[in-house]
Structure formats: C-alpha cells, structure tokens
C-alpha cells in the first residue's frame, strides 16, 4: 500500500466550478500535511499546509480528518491558471508525496 | 533574492557513465534535499543534509549513488555507473532550520530538476 493515495484524475472542470480533491495516507505518525502544486514540467510549489482544524487561503480550502487518515482540498471558482498537478504530501522533515492529482480547468 | 538552481537542466548519458548533479540551495538554508521521480511513479525522498552533514539518506537506492555537500552550501549528486532505471527528474529543495525559532516547521523551496536520460 502506497504511504499516500490520490485519484490520479484527470480532474476536468469548467471556469468557476468547484473541484475538490481527496488524498488517503497511511502512517497514523505523519504530524504534518501539505498541499503542493506541480505545473507541467515544473518544481513543485508549496501550495499550503494542512491543519486539523482547517485552513482556508482564498479560494483554498485544506482539510485534515486524522480520525480517517485523509486530506482534502477544495477549489472555489475554478481559473484556467489552477490547471496543474496537485500533490498532496506528508512529513516533516523528508517529505512523502503522492502520485498527484491532475486538474484542467477549460473554458 | 535567488531560489534553487540545479544543473544541468537535462542530461542525456549511456549506460555505464558517470554524470554529476548539482544543487545549489537558497543562500543561509541549512536543510538541503534530493527527491527523484522516475517515469509514472511518486516523487521520493534520497537523502537530507543539514548543513554538511548526511542527516538521513535512507532513501538512495544503492551505492552507485553519491550524494556530498562539502562546506554546507550546494550538494552533488554523482551516479556511477549510470543504469537505465536511473533516469528520471532529480529534485533538490532546501529549507531553513526554523525549529530554532521556535516554529518547528520548515517549507522546502525546490529547483526546477534535472531530467536525467539513461540510454
């Protein structure tokens, strides 16, 4: 079983819908969660991190269930521009990613 | 101020060869990483330095991998003898040592790669 599980997609979505991805881990351990973007061919970017109780950035919204060992991340309002990869990602120090989830936003 | 840079941005060797990577992290970040991602799969962690130190490299795959950071600025990572299964992107990230002021918690700031191609 892979350490961090995500739906590789792809995600299709027009401008301005609501997308929402989900991301399972296994190591009961991990303490500390983040939401990383990856455009094609590019670094990935910390997108932001992912708190128990929630955190919102704009049209980000990152969710922690620790009970269900899952993270989630909601985008509001679709752009073209949030067409990338998304990793989620756990760990501290050294970081474990997922395969990534892939997003095209159309017009 | 200048982010991580590694180089070369694309490497194309045959099997057998020696290639070398480098990495040269934001200026005053301790933490240097090296993740790769090989075709279809996850990104995965190789190995972690603070400063010049080797803190973890549980990750390298095997000897013929050779990771060094002399004087703790920027890092190599030199594969030899190169094999087909070593292509793939190599990422370098660095990371401030925040725990010292107390926040406990570091974001890693990553180059753009190098594509390795193994013939």
């Known amino acids: 079983r892979k350490e961090v599980e995500q739906d590789p997609g792809p995600f299709n979505v027009p401008e301005g819908a609501t997308v929402a991805f989900n991301c399972t881990y296994s190591?009961?351990?991990?303490?500390?969660f983040f939401w990383y973007r990856q455009d094609c061919r590019k670094e990935p970017k910390l997108l932001m991190s992912?708190?128990?109780s929630g955190n919102e950035d704009g049209r980000f919204t990152a969710q922690l269930n620790r009970a269900s060992q899952y993270i989630s991340l909601l985008i509001r309002d679709s752009k073209l521009s949030d067409s990338a990869t998304y990793l989620c990602?756990?760990?501290?120090?050294?970081?474990?990613f997922g395969k990534g989830t892939m997003l095209l936003v159309s017009p | 101020e200048a982010g991580v840079t590694q180089f070369p941005s694309h490497s194309v060797i045959e099997k057998g060869q020696t290639v070398t990577l480098r990495c040269d992290p934001i200026?005053?970040?301790?933490?240097l990483y090296w993740y790769r991602r090989v075709m279809g799969k996850e990104i995965k962690f190789l190995l972690h330095?603070?400063?010049?130190?080797?803190?973890?490299e549980s990750g390298m795959p095997n000897n013929r991998f050779l990771a060094e950071r002399t004087g703790g600025t920027y890092s190599t990572l030199k594969v030899q003898p190169a094999e087909l299964e070593d292509s793939g992107v190599y990422f370098c990230?660095?990371?401030?040592?925040?725990?010292?002021?107390?926040?406990?918690?570091?974001?890693?700031?990553f180059g753009p790669g190098t594509r390795l191609l193994v013939l």
């Open positions: 990602v756990s760990g501290y120090s050294t970081l474990t």
């Open positions: 992912v708190y128990s």
């Open positions: 190591n009961s351990a991990s303490q500390s």
């Open positions: 990230a660095s990371s401030q040592d925040l725990r010292l002021l107390g926040q406990g918690q570091e974001t890693q700031y």
């Open positions: 200026s005053g970040h301790d933490n």
């Open positions: 330095f603070v400063k010049e130190s080797k803190q973890d």
